[in-house]
């Protein structure tokens, strides 16, 4: 998918403004031109504004706010999972970053280096760490000696910095993005294990409980793995507008290969000297345009209300003659009603705009749930409640106010999500053989097929895929297996089948 | 203050770790080579790790949950404010970042830059943020078009970078750093001068009722000010050890200098073409620096109450035929009633460790309170409270534990603070001549002084007070000004003072 690049243009024009107020809302629609309507769609919706730098991406309030929302979450979680969060530098010697062969081999392409600092060059360039595995090894080297230092848990908030050049798209592939990263190391294999997958359930609600999109956990082919580690698991999700899989956040086991680089060792409780086991674990504002991809709509973000800074907002409705300031106070008082249940809400009582020009603005930035008033309603007492998933209209009495937007605000929530499941479902094809893979693949789908789990059936899959759309790669092996009967053969290598394997397209 | 650099190899030795467990504390005292102290309490307090890169440190989780409680604070008073939480790149392209001439010249022997990724040469150079108001200011002018989109107010959490050269020390002078900048633009002065102020009371908060240091609100000399800005204000503090201020936190009012140079234009109500005025003010990772060395003793750290990861450490003391189990029974009974009432306490239940060594390890961590619950307590049905600030005993019934625990860290809190404001009084010396002014600076002196406020006589003041320990300079003009009597001499020049100024070394 194409991001609009030329759009990135820093501080000159004001294109986006004048067309907001023609009310014209987005130039593409979401299944003609998914691509163009994605970049109009984060910049529209006050998400995202392009920078000057190509890959990089000014995240905004309304963007950041959903991140927070997720953050707030998750950093509580891991904490009562005693994990502590801590701050390692920005920077990495080359030395360090060498250090683990496989694991550099997969960065090195994209690592970003500084060799000047004011007019100076420096003595040694120093990396920007796409990642902190290098960086932050070598101390627990230093930190762990005995078994009672074990576990370690420790986690960071940071921005890192992989300079790709294909295809950079907000949220989705930038030079820099946001995440944290979680490292831990354990005197053993099972509680290593066990935490991968602690953590991979918290990465599974963060998609559906607070995105209220479904994803897959299951474990990466050898290929896909993280570079330099044992095993990963992760979350998928899926766009079906493109017909791509998404790596929606991963949780590795390292094994004990950086351990050995960087000597990681303890003495056990028999005063034996052993070696630690690692995890890493990440997630990052990727996740922010996966929901984007998967809920917006023509008319602009569609936020799922647990991540939304505003849940709801309440718009008046005045008409020439009526009580203008009464329907002034009842929006007021509808957002400190909302407000003491702890509903974030706001009024919109600009005065400069007309009602539809507003709903059309708060429909673009995704607000879950609209509340106008009118004359009508502050007869009657009531407002009207509207939603943006379904634009479903409905009249509530005041005094049922806080409850009746509580319902609604859940079931918006929950309906993103059944539609989203219902429409990745609709995605999912089980084939068999080669033809049923390659025609699969051509309708976009998310590809279950039996696979021999060899890794040059994997190259020579991506190498028969090859073309204009990206090649087909193995996106997971889910942990939830259908019967795999006997004697079923992997659909790309005729070999007997070991499992079965979701494969596509993927971001 | 030079930082013990020799300390930052990484990986490699554990020597900390063997003196820690023969007790032995910390090598060097606060008062007889107080370079040296602070070094070592923040390794040894583990809030720092120093790191293979010169200038750059590991913030460890105990450094990084006292910024975490500052933060939410921080980031709640702003919220209040209607300030909005954002992230803008790391990353600023020459073009922008040469803009403000003023601006640059400050910053532009410490920026670094990236030249490669990979093996590929970068078309352009990119540099790294060493603060972001070319960053964001191209975009405020494509944001602001009218009055109604004022005013602005962005802030955002991150790290920033500055490749400076001279004595890097842990969290005071590093060349990242975490902290967070505020940017907003007003219609007018009166606003942006209103919220210069509003943010300097919020930074005085966090240093005098979280932190528990005194510090002075002023404005800075035009040659101290912020590069590029109209003025800047800040909360000054005192390190009574070396005799050197520091800038606490900074709140400027950057005028219409920025916004002229990037075009930060608006319709004014009456529909005239207008130029906003514009704020920046930011805290960092120095604010924990400085109540290391006001508050750390010659035991380690001492923690206020209110930023502390840890309140209170419940301790067992177990005798030969006592009953062990009973007694760690009653530390997690205490732990449980004291956390219930939103006190962080947690029990030392280690059984490799004696309790003498325990209480040094816990005072090296600069925990304000320690619990100890032995026998007799248990007997008695109380606790044995001891102060981390003054070393005070105090038996406490359990039956009175949260009341009691809860005003004992009040206490220590309240102690902390007026202990630190005493030890900066004391340092306070008012001069009226050079004669004076230069003695005081001989005695480490905080120096408040008549002042012609002229740029060529502050040049010549840090000219005439050039030397080993560097020279002296203007630290801030307070608010709180004490009355100059009509024909007072400027201490330096001689010419009519105009205000009182305070004078010294500084960080």
Not at 334 to 361: F, M, Q
Request: with cysteine; proline share 5%.
């Amino acid at each position: 998918m194409a991001g609009r690049e030329q759009k990135k243009s820093g501080g000159g024009g004001k294109k986006k403004e004048v067309k907001k107020e023609t009310g014209l809302g987005l130039s593409f629609t979401k299944d003609e031109n998914f691509g163009e309507w994605y970049s109009e769609v984060v910049v529209n919706g006050e998400m995202i504004e392009y920078y000057d730098i190509s890959g990089c991406y000014i995240l905004r309030p309304w963007a950041i706010s959903i991140w927070e929302n997720m953050q707030t979450f998750f950093d509580a979680e891991i904490k009562k999972m005693k994990v502590k969060n801590c701050y390692f530098p920005l920077f990495v010697s080359p030395g360090v970053l060498q250090k683990e062969k496989d694991h550099i081999e997969g960065f090195a392409p994209e690592v970003a280096w500084v060799t000047k600092s004011g007019e100076s060059d420096l003595e040694v360039p120093i990396a920007i760490r796409p990642t902190s595995e290098t960086v932050m090894y070598p101390y627990y080297s230093k930190w762990i000696r005995g078994h009672r230092d074990l576990p370690l848990k420790l986690n960071q908030w940071c921005n890192v910095v992989r300079w790709e050049f294909s295809h950079p798209t907000p949220f989705i592939r930038s030079r820099e993005f946001l995440w944290q990263e979680g490292h831990t190391a354990f005197a053993t294999k099972e509680e290593a294990d066990t935490e991968v997958l602690q953590i991979l359930e918290l990465y599974r609600r963060i998609y559906e409980e607070f995105l209220a999109i479904p994803v897959i956990k299951g474990r990466k082919s050898e290929l896909e793995k993280f570079a330099g580690g044992l095993y990963t698991t992760s979350v998928e999700a899926f766009i079906p507008n493109t017909g791509r899989g998404i790596q929606g956040a991963t949780s590795h086991c390292l094994g004990q290969n950086f351990a050995k680089m960087f000597e990681i060792n303890f003495e056990n409780e028999k005063g034996e000297k052993a070696m630690v086991w690692q995890n890493s674990w990440a997630y990052s504002t990727r996740t922010i345009g996966v929901m984007v991809m998967v809920h917006g709509d023509d008319k602009g973000l569609v936020l799922p209300p647990k991540v939304a800074a505003v849940q709801v907002i309440v718009i008046p409705v005045p008409y020439k003659d009526a009580d203008t300031q009464g329907i002034f106070d009842a929006c007021a008082a509808t957002v400190a009603s909302l407000s003491e249940a702890g509903i974030s809400a706001e009024a919109d009582l600009r005065d400069n705009y007309s009602p539809g020009w507003k709903y059309s603005d708060w429909e673009m930035k995704g607000v879950p749930l609209r509340i106008e008033i009118g004359p009508r309603d502050l007869a009657n007492n009531q407002v009207r409640a509207v939603r943006r998933d379904n634009g479903a209209k409905t009249d509530i009495s005041r005094v049922f106010l806080v409850e009746q937007v509580k319902g609604m605000l859940d079931k918006i929530q929950q309906n993103l999500f059944d539609v989203a499941k219902q429409k990745r479902d609709a995605c999912v094809e089980v084939v068999k053989t080669w033809d049923e893979f390659v025609t699969a693949l051509g309708q976009k789908k998310m590809i279950l097929a039996p696979w021999c789990d060899e890794e040059d059936v994997e190259k020579d899959v991506k190498a028969r895929t090859k073309g204009e759309m990206g090649a087909a790669k193995s996106l997971c092996t889910p942990f939830e297996q259908p019967e795999l009967p006997e004697g079923t053969k992997c659909f790309a290598s005729g070999k007997p089948a070991k499992k079965w394997t979701y494969w596509g397209r993927s971001y």
